[in-house]
């Protein structure tokens, strides 16, 4: 089993910057991808980052070159920097582990931009 927590959501302003954190415990062998997605009020849930264990990272593309997927293995996080923040990147952010036998979630960090 894995568990994924997450933190770092809130109310910004347009404009500003929150960086998201998802400490991951438990049995992480058979993940082999770590995810950010978010959904919207009425909305699907999408994938925003994905950080492979390769090394690679890739981003939807209304967050590229705004939000940016790091790891932490020392502490067994994973973060999502978000700069340039605007009302439609409103949503809650979900921490997800994508494994060989299933997925793990976490309970969601919800992050709101208003003025």
């Known amino acids: 089993q894995v568990q994924l927590v997450e933190s770092g959501g809130g109310l910004v302003q347009p404009g500003g910057s929150l960086r998201l954190s998802c400490v991951v415990s438990g049995n992480a062998i058979g993940i082999k991808a770590m995810n950010w997605y978010r959904q919207a009020p009425g909305k699907q849930r999408v994938l925003v980052a994905r950080s492979t264990n390769d090394g690679g990272t890739n981003y939807e593309d209304s967050v590229k070159g705004r939000f940016t997927m790091s790891r932490d293995n020392a502490k067994s996080t994973v973060y999502l920097q978000m700069n340039s923040l605007t009302p439609e990147d409103t949503a809650v952010y979900y921490c997800?582990?994508?494994?060989?036998?299933?997925?793990?979630w976490g309970q969601g960090t919800q992050v709101t931009v208003s003025s």
């Open positions: 997800n582990a994508n494994g060989i036998w299933r997925d793990y």
